[in-house]
């Protein structure tokens, strides 16, 4: 049980760190508008700046989720134990079936 919420705990982590990339997108998304406009920048141009660095934001974000389920996934496959498409576990030579010299196996 101790395991699982430490594993749980470690996916937090992980999807902390993603989340505070995107905050931090967002805040310069609303911030560079804004130093555009102090500096002269008309309306539109800064309006145009903040939605080209909202678009970039939401794919990035899009981007590093994908990135995080992927990750997740083959971290659980590495766990799991191999089954074959019998579904039995383990890595060893097959159950049943011929053997390599055209013998079948003794019962």
């Known amino acids: 049980m101790a395991r699982n919420s430490g ?3 470690a996916a937090r982590a ?3 760190a993603v ?3 995107v905050r931090w997108a967002v805040l310069s998304c609303a911030l560079v508008p804004v130093v555009l406009l102090w500096y002269g920048t008309s309306f539109a141009g800064a ?3 903040a939605l080209g660095l909202g678009a970039v934001t939401g794919a990035c974000r899009a981007l590093l989720r994908h990135s ?3 990750a997740a996934r083959l971290r659980a496959e590495e766990r799991a134990p191999h089954q074959d498409r019998h579904h039995r576990t383990g890595n060893g030579a097959h159950q ?6 055209g013998t079948a196996p003794v019962g």
Do not use: N
């Open 96 to 101: 049943g079936g011929r053997h390599p010299d």
């Open 47 to 49: 309006a145009g700046a």
């Open 19 to 21: 989340d505070e990339v």
């Open 68 to 70: 995080e389920r992927v």
């Open 14 to 16: 992980e999807g902390g």
């Open 7 to 9: 594993q749980r705990a």
